[in-house]
């Protein structure tokens, strides 16, 4: 999961000979903690609980130590999340966190994922095609719906920053 973060910019830093990783022991704590909890199925078909339980593991998740002096932190959070659950989750980064909700916290990301299912649901509705369905559409076959929705807040809150 680091490698995969990091090649999305995250930057957590491996730790030097020697050293203890406080990633890897941070979230495999967080794994025993929340993993088989974390919903799986259609953002669109969450329901409150589903987005309550997401919203709780995100905040466990960012408070989580990276490394020597930081946390994962609310971007790599999300983006983690996302790649554990794409079908579920609609990551964020700062700039779309700050606009759409004012802040990066657990709450907000709860928020973030109910703005996204109500989307979903609306655009599924407005398309008439299901979920699976609505991204070839879109062009962008082989990602998830929740992946199309998070590419529109970057392209229109994210990039207009």
């Known amino acids: ?45 969450a329901t409150d609980d589903d987005l309550a339980v997401l919203g709780t593991a995100y905040a466990a998740l960012a408070a989580t130590p990276a490394g020597p002096t930081r946390t994962l932190g609310p971007t790599a959070a999300a983006k983690a999340l996302y790649a554990l659950r794409p079908q579920t989750v609609m990551p964020w980064d700062a700039a779309i966190a ?26 599924v509705a407005e398309v008439g095609v299901d979920d699976a369905a609505l ?8 990602i998830s ?8 807040t ?3 809150i994210t990039r207009q920053s």
């Open 98 to 123: 700050v606009t759409l909700h004012g802040a990066r916290d657990g709450a907000a990301f709860t928020r973030h994922l109910n703005l996204g299912r109500g989307w979903a649901a609306a655009l």
């Open 1 to 45: 999961m680091r490698r995969w973060l990091n090649s999305w910019g995250c930057r957590i830093r491996y730790p030097r000979d020697g050293e203890p990783d406080p990633y890897d022991e941070g979230t495999a704590a967080w794994w025993a903690g929340f993993g088989a909890a974390l919903p799986t199925g259609l953002l669109r078909l």
């Open 154 to 156: 970057y392209v229109f």
């Open 135 to 142: 991204p070839a559409l879109l062009g962008r076959p082989g």
């Open 145 to 152: 719906l929740a992946k199309i929705l998070d590419e529109y």
